[in-house]
């Protein structure tokens, strides 16, 4: 099993450029969700999903848009890039045993974001 | 609101001794207590959970950790450290909503020098 994969590792946008960030995972995981980690702040929510077809909004959902088409794809959009989103961007997906949460998340290797 | 708080930016220990990277939360109810690591320019691994039970958790890697409900720590401990413990160490709490989000700390960077 690959886990959780995301596409692409590196990207370098110029301000107001668009771009999907891809998050795949082969463990048929329902929860999956969007991080973005800067330094000193840890790592902050910017939109999760529960399942195929549903997303919603976390800590820092501004500025970004998401979709869950299928159950294994999770996608990171960004309209307009503004040097305020570089960072590095998380994936993760976690399981859940009769419609309760209470596992670990499993994290993609990241993808690192310049918006210069 | 819930909160997790990691005191230290940085734990410097020498090989062999033992360490411990500290963590405290702030929640309603039964706290879901997560440690993850990361290394350089790597996503983030599980190291261990408290769900519930016996207070001595152990993980991944001969790493444990203590639940204290009185103090509202899950302090992250070795009994000997290895250089290649050297990372990057976040401390989570789940979310009380049934959506598996993970509120996490700030992180601490654990340095093991030989």
């Known amino acids: 099993n690959a886990g959780v994969t995301q596409t692409p590792k590196f990207r370098v946008l110029k301000t107001g450029q668009s771009m999907t960030l891809l998050c795949a995972q082969d463990?048929?995981?329902?929860?999956m969700y969007w991080y973005r980690q800067d330094p000193g702040m840890g790592l902050r929510l910017i939109h999760y999903s529960v399942g195929e077809g549903t997303t919603a909004k976390g800590e820092v959902p501004d500025g970004y848009n998401v979709s869950r088409l299928k159950k294994q794809n999770f996608l990171l959009g960004l309209e307009s890039a503004a040097p305020s989103q570089t960072s590095v961007y998380f994936c993760?997906?976690?399981?859940?045993?009769?419609?309760?949460?209470?596992?670990?998340?499993?994290f993609g290797p990241g993808t690192r974001l310049t918006v210069l | 609101a819930q909160s997790v708080a990691q005191p230290e930016d940085q734990v410097n220990v020498a090989e062999g001794n033992p360490l411990t990277v500290k963590c405290t939360y702030s929640v309603s109810g039964n706290p879901y207590l997560f440690w993850y690591v990361q290394y350089p320019n790597r996503g983030l691994q599980f190291l261990l959970k408290?769900?519930?039970?016996?207070?001595l958790v152990k993980g991944s890697y001969g790493f444990e950790a203590e639940f204290n409900k009185s103090q509202t720590s899950f302090h992250l401990k070795k009994p000997s450290a290895l250089v290649s413990d050297s990372a990057l160490y976040f401390c989570a709490v789940r979310d009380k909503s049934n959506t598996g989000k993970l509120i996490f700390g700030q992180g601490t960077t654990l340095q093991v020098k030989p």
């Open positions: 408290y769900i519930t039970g016996d207070n």
């Open positions: 463990m048929n995981h329902e929860y």
């Open positions: 993760a997906s976690s399981y859940s045993r009769q419609g309760v949460s209470y596992n670990e998340q499993f």
